[in-house]
């Protein structure tokens, strides 16, 4: 057989393979959850206390310590 046959083959069945398989969530209601340190203020999804989404803001989806370097000295070295 052609090479050129069988590359367009398998292109073919690759692009209908990654046709059926795409996947997403129709619902993104819960994908994601901010931690809070006082369950009093908290709503409770999923069996977890998590901030109000209608409160949550930019800034509790950034940490400003990622450029500093941590303490290594220990079993894991993490």
């Known amino acids: 057989m052609n090479k050129g046959v069988i590359f367009l083959v398998?292109?073919?069945l690759k692009?209908?393979?990654s046709f059926l398989a795409s996947a997403y969530d129709p619902?993104?209601?819960q994908d994601?959850?901010?931690a809070i340190d006082d369950?009093?203020?908290a709503v409770f999804v999923?069996?977890?206390f998590g901030k109000n989404p209608n409160?949550?803001?930019a800034e509790d989806f950034f940490y400003h310590g990622l450029n500093i370097p941590g303490n290594t000295?220990?079993?894991?070295a993490q």
């Open 10 to 12: 398998a292109v073919v």
């Open 15 to 17: 692009a209908l393979a």
């Open 27 to 29: 619902s993104p209601l």
């Open 32 to 34: 994601f959850c901010v």
């Open 39 to 41: 369950p009093k203020n």
């Open 46 to 48: 999923n069996g977890k």
């Open 55 to 57: 409160l949550t803001l």
């Open 73 to 76: 000295e220990n079993l894991v």
